[in-house]
């Protein structure tokens, strides 16, 4: 079946410092690939989302890039700032009406 | 316009009780879902409907009972409350012609005592 690996947390960084979460699949078809992003207290929010190999989704500074080949869907920022403590969750959904399988989550935790 | 909107946020009460959570979407969206988020914040389908028909029901104890009185609302009652209930349930919805991104509510928080 379809699953999701991402690297576990918590991650701790400190402001401006580059951040890389990984993330790797395991998926039957060719499926879609998301980020989503949880602040404290809140829902998921959608980060940014690839839908076919080579693809790059990029906002508010983070960027991932969908590798067919590696099966890897590596979320990155330049900088990370202290707002951006959040966990973030890497997903994915096959063609259709099918629901996301989810990772397990990355907590990452910026400091001033 | 909150997109996915979902009632209560939060929920206290006790063992054996009845609850109902509500949720709607004015997306136009045909397909929803329930999630439930645990304590180590893992994420889980419960149910999915399309166009108010139920698709997905994973290993879910039937205290747990999803019903959509249309397409744009997806609501779920839980029976019996357990301990064990208390999570997080977040409500969402896709459409196929969006690339089926899922839009998420709020969330509504459920403790069990």
């Known amino acids: 079946g379809n699953s999701v690996t991402q690297m576990e947390g918590p991650v701790t960084l400190s402001e401006e410092a580059f951040l890389t979460i990984n993330c790797t699949y395991t998926a039957t078809g060719y499926p879609s690939l998301f980020w989503y992003v949880q602040y404290p207290g809140e829902g998921l929010q959608l980060l940014l989302k690839a839908t076919k190999a080579d693809d790059k989704g990029s906002n508010k500074g983070f960027e991932a890039t969908y590798r067919k080949e590696t099966t890897s869907f590596h979320l990155e920022k330049g900088s990370v700032q202290v707002s951006d403590s959040a966990v973030y969750f890497c997903?994915?959904?096959?063609?259709?009406?099918?629901?996301?399988?989810f990772g397990k989550g990355t907590r990452l935790s910026v400091i001033a | 316009d909150t997109a996915v909107s979902q009632t209560p946020k939060y929920l206290v009460t006790q063992m054996g009780n009845d609850k109902s959570i509500k949720c709607e979407q004015n997306l136009g969206h045909d397909t929803m879902y329930w999630y439930k988020q645990d304590s180590k914040k893992f994420l889980k389908i419960m149910f999915s409907y399309n166009n108010k028909e139920l698709i997905i029901n994973e290993t879910v104890p039937n205290r747990f009972s999803p019903k959509s009185p249309d397409k744009a609302h997806l609501n779920l009652h839980i029976n019996s409350l357990e301990l064990g209930d208390s999570a997080v349930y977040f409500c969402?919805?896709?459409?196929?012609?969006?690339?089926?991104?899922?839009?998420f509510g709020e969330g509504s928080w459920l403790t069990v005592v």
């Open positions: 969402a919805s896709s459409q196929v012609t969006d690339g089926n991104t899922i839009y």
């Open positions: 997903a994915l959904s096959d063609p259709g009406n099918t629901p996301l399988v």
